[in-house]
């Protein structure tokens, strides 16, 4: 066996997976190949380490419709490890082609090494409560959410082999229609630099307001808690932070109302600094927080908004 | 839990725990705070058979028997004592004695409806100056025809002017005092039947207690539980069969504030360590865990008692007995425990602090239970 | 009218598990178990399809000995029947390995219009079961669904992707994995409770099954699970004035460079 691959759909993560890939060359000694639908940005991949690059050439447009020509790739190639960018698209192809050769797959590491002839992952369980170390015999399967890694910086005068797979994938009975991006309404809060989160210490939706308010004086983001969005659904799913929802990684998180459930505390404590507001000095909340407020929101964030202005 | 459930039983008990974290726990504060009938509740538990879960499958009950009933009671109550104590008065006093002392006819007309929570029930019995099993009462029914006509006024009726069927007790033989009671099912919106004031109580903030006139309020002999002048019976009876309800009640009250003040006693550090770590702590908290322990013995005894159809009535008074005395002695303990923390207004404490006052009083003035008790064994 | 399979995974509920601080292990001891929070979508999404279009549901988990009291929680929640496997290969059960004994079951039951599972579970939310199985048994997955229905033998479900949502029509059997947005799954009303344990329940050892001894042996094996623990300030401002805990509260943040 004998070469690390890399697949995403999406060639920004492609180049993310290129810096673990170039780690895993390091210690396993062979060579990083990507698998990818995007012939244009072959001289990039390669610029970014990759010795090779196999472009996957067909009709579908459907990405999940690759999943049998990826395997094919990665049997042919005699491939020792997959790394495939963890977007949803990127779980179900990945998840799909492991079945299809048998391998194990470590979903979302967060961590990779080589050890004693094996990759060795870590990745939440539990709901973020616990981190589980696992090995995978080769050749082994993973995927690695996007922006665990930094894009491999390009360098000069790199060569690489470039090779096309023709694939055919009329998938039967498959039709895929109306494909809508999501309008977000405010930024992206997974790569927002301060996020408000709000939970349910809100008693109605007007009064978001209030953390409207604060995140204006601030330049900050909102986001909420799965009930919020999900449940109450004040706010559109895209703001809703948590082990399935987005992963924010500001420098300053405040959460308020929100009594900080491990599913939540997952999403936020990434973030550099964390303060909480919450009635409930017993709240979870507080123990994953730098700073905290016991106390009722809606008397501290108009004075905190109020304080927080023009600074 | 060592009490041998069924794998029926503990289904009901995790369902109804699942239930009530998810539409009890989040208004049971504000239904406190504000002092209103919780009527979207009513709805769900009337959704999830909660209302008529020990009454007959043929009258739209789930036959699921009594036991099954004081758990779900018991459940609601870590939550909510309030919620507990309007499904008491429904199912325990109001349904009640119509399942027990109705003709098939009258169960017909109103188990159904009392079931599938299209009408809630009350129980109407005590009067201004009569406590109950005390005798003193007022409110006549005077037979004209094939009717009977009320009049006088009840006080404290819980699940007054939000129920729908009051079973509600007057004297059709003024004379013969409490042996000329008679009990009889009375519509809510019958002509002549008026709410004249809500009473805002220390606890049990959200069962709404109500006064009822009664104005020449005129009742078919349909209606008529059982005959004329067993009204006594039927009050003791239904009051005791509510009192393991209540233990029930008490137990999960006590339960839940039992564990708020571990969990206090754990996290609340003092002269560097936390005071559960005390042996005055621990001796109250022990204390405490013994006697909910055996009041829910007694309380599950009491209840397949009912629910096989044996006799209930001195086990059920040694059930209010016993839940009264050491509900109270709980709330004060945990009171106690906490400090300043659980003596403030918004904190679950208090609440269940003025919640188990007022789960221990009701069916119970004096010594009603001790009577019973005392009647059983010198007879 | 559709048949349709769900299956779910019986798992320890996280909100119960305790991290010992010496060696940050875990301790479960008193943890309950539960049916993993997105497995009770599927069940929900497989109970109003066949409410809406007539039709049954089965229901399918594999799980260790403990299995066996998921069975009439799963059943009250609305399917008509449940198998179960009931197996210490469990425990060290990988998605590969998981994967592999359902579509062992599926294949040894017949066919399904449509099999529904949790888009992850609880637990160790691997993600990888609905597109393992679809793989498996050779028919499509469409994974990651908010919005599902049925028109005759075609499935229209709306997948959602994080940057976008798309439609996926299929005409056939198709494995489906759902989305918690998808549906609020109710809580079982006591008759239902009651009429679950009426309800037929039926055991498949893993050996009729028939799997190789290659199949039941995981490629991933978990050598360690620690707890995650945080390192963070905790100071707490909780005096009665709000404007003093809050001018406390900025002068912190301005010490961080944030204010």
């Known amino acids: 066996m004998s070469g690390i691959w890399i697949y995403s759909e999406d060639s920004v993560i492609a180049k993310e997976l290129l810096t673990a ?53 990665v049997s042919k ?10 977007t949803l698209r990127g779980k179900d192809l990945a998840a799909n082609a492991s079945a299809a050769l048998r391998t194990g797959l470590v979903t ?47 360098m000069t005068g790199r060569q690489g082999e470039v090779f096309t797979v023709e694939v055919d994938t009329i998938a039967s009975g498959i039709s895929i229609s109306n494909v809508c991006p999501i309008i977000r309404e405010g930024a992206d809060i997974s790569t927002a630099n301060r996020v408000v989160g709000v939970g349910r210490g809100f008693a109605k939706r007007e009064d978001l307001a209030m953390a409207e308010k604060l995140a204006q004086a601030i330049g900050a983001e909102i986001g909420c808690t799965r009930g919020i969005a999900e449940d109450s659904h004040w706010l559109p799913s895209e703001c809703y932070i948590g082990i399935s929802g987005q992963k924010v990684k500001a420098e300053l998180y405040i959460a308020a109302g929100i009594s900080g459930q491990v599913q939540h ?41 109020g304080a927080m202005e023009g600074k | 839990m060592s009490y041998a459930l069924t794998e029926e039983q503990q289904l009901i008990q995790q369902s109804a725990r699942e239930f ?17 009938h919780p009527s979207a509740v009513v709805q769900l538990m009337a959704e999830h058979d909660f209302l008529g879960l020990y009454l007959p499958e043929e009258f739209g009950g789930a036959s699921a028997g009594y036991l099954s009933y004081v758990l779900i009671i018991e459940e609601i109550s870590r939550m909510s004592g309030a919620v507990a104590s309007i499904l008491i008065n429904h199912a325990s006093l109001a349904a009640y004695c119509v399942n027990r002392f109705g003709t098939v006819k009258q169960k017909q007309a109103y188990l159904p409806a009392l079931c599938s929570g299209e009408k809630l029930g009350a129980f109407a019995l ?59 099912i009375v519509d809510g919106n019958t002509a002549g039947l008026t709410v004249s004031r809500t009473v805002g109580k220390m606890g049990l903030r959200g069962c709404q207690s109500a006064e009822l006139v009664f104005e020449n309020v005129i009742v078919s002999s349909h209606n008529l539980l059982g005959s ?50 005390f042996p005055a702590i621990q001796t109250m908290l022990a204390e405490m865990a013994t006697n909910i322990y055996i009041a829910r013995l007694a309380v599950y005894d009491a209840a397949s008692l009912i629910e096989r159809d044996k006799p209930f009535m001195k086990e059920a008074a040694m059930v209010k007995l016993f839940t009264g005395r050491i509900g109270q002695s709980a709330l004060i303990d945990v009171i106690q425990i906490e400090g300043g923390y659980g003596y403030s207004q918004e904190m679950i404490a208090s609440r269940f602090y003025r919640d188990i006052k007022g789960a221990v009083i009701n069916e119970s003035s004096a010594d009603f239970p001790e009577k019973v008790i005392a009647k059983d064994l010198l007879a | 009218m559709p048949k349709v399979l769900v299956c779910y995974k019986w798992v320890l509920d996280e909100q119960d598990i305790k991290i010992n601080l010496g060696d940050l292990s875990l301790d479960s001891s008193r943890a309950k178990y539960k049916i993993s929070d997105y497995d009770k979508n599927a069940i929900e999404e497989a109970t109003l399809l066949i409410e809406a279009h007539g039709g049954n549901v089965d229901a399918l988990t594999f799980g260790s000995d403990k299995v066996k009291q998921s069975l009439k929680d799963a059943l009250s929640r609305g399917p008509g029947s449940v198998q179960w496997i009931g197996d210490a290969a469990f425990e060290q059960a990988d998605a590969f390995v998981t994967a592999n004994v359902l579509a062992a079951a599926i294949r040894k039951n017949g066919t399904y219009d449509l099999i529904l599972c949790g888009e992850g579970s609880a637990d160790s939310y691997n993600q990888q079961v609905a597109p393992r199985l679809a793989a498996l ?23 959602k992707l994080g940057d976008c949502t798309e439609v996926v029509e299929v005409e056939g059997p198709a494995v489906i994995s759902v989305l918690p947005e998808i549906n609020k799954p109710r809580i079982p009303s006591l008759k239902q409770v009651m009429a679950a344990a009426k309800k037929p329940s039926q055991e498949i050892k893993l050996v009729e099954l028939e799997l190789s001894a290659d199949d039941i042996i995981p490629k991933t094996v978990s050598v360690s699970v620690k707890g995650y623990i945080m390192n963070r300030k905790n100071i707490l401002f909780k005096e009665a004035s709000h404007a003093d805990n809050v001018a406390k509260l900025v002068a912190s943040l301005a010490q961080e460079g944030l204010c």
């Open chain 2, 20 to 36: 009530t974290q998810e539409y009890i726990e989040p208004i049971a504060s504000e239904i406190d705070h504000a002092s209103i």
């Open chain 1, 77 to 86: 190639e005699q491939a020792s490890v997959l790394l495939v960018g963890g």
């Open chain 1, 108 to 154: 979302d590491a967060l961590t990779i090494q080589y050890v004693n002839n094996s990759i060795e992952t870590t990745r939440l369980v539990y709901g973020g409560l616990a981190i589980q170390t696992e090995v995978i015999s080769l050749p082994a399967f993973v995927t690695v959410p996007p922006r665990t890694y930094r894009e491999a910086p390009a």
């Open chain 2, 126 to 184: 005590t009067e201004p100056g009569a406590a109950p099993g005390a005798g003193m009462h007022k409110v006549v029914a005077a037979k004209e025809g094939d009717n009977y006509v009320l009049n006088g006024r009840k006080c404290y009726i819980a699940n007054g002017g939000v129920a729908d069927v009051y079973v509600v007790f007057a004297l059709t033989s003024p004379e013969a005092g409490t042996k000329g009671m008679s009990a009889f």
């Open chain 3, 137 to 159: 048994l050779e028919i499509p997955a469409i994974t990651f669904v908010q919005k599902l229905c049925m028109d005759g033998s075609r499935t229209i479900a709306t997948r």
């Open chain 1, 21 to 73: 890939g170039l780690e895993l060359k390091a210690s396993m000694g062979q060579s990083v190949g990507v698998i990818t639908l995007a012939g244009d940005e072959q001289n990039a991949f390669i610029a970014a380490g990759a010795d090779k690059v196999c472009i996957l050439k067909g009709q579908n447009p459907w990405p999940e419709s690759y999943a049998g020509a990826v395997a094919d790739v």
């Open chain 1, 265 to 305: 505390i997952v999403g936020v404590r990434d973030s550099k600094i964390i303060v909480a507001i919450d009635t409930n000095e017993k709240a979870p909340i507080f123990a994953a927080a730098d700073y905290g407020i016991v106390g009722d929101l809606y008397e501290v964030l108009p004075l905190l908004a």
């Open chain 2, 228 to 277: 004329e002048g067993v009204g006594m019976k039927i009050a003791q009876q239904a009051q005791l069969a509510a009192s393991v309800a209540e233990g029930a009640q008490v137990v999960g009250i006590a339960q839940a504030a039992m564990d708020d003040a571990v969990r206090y006693g754990k996290e609340r550090i003092q002269f560097g360590r936390p005071i559960a770590a």
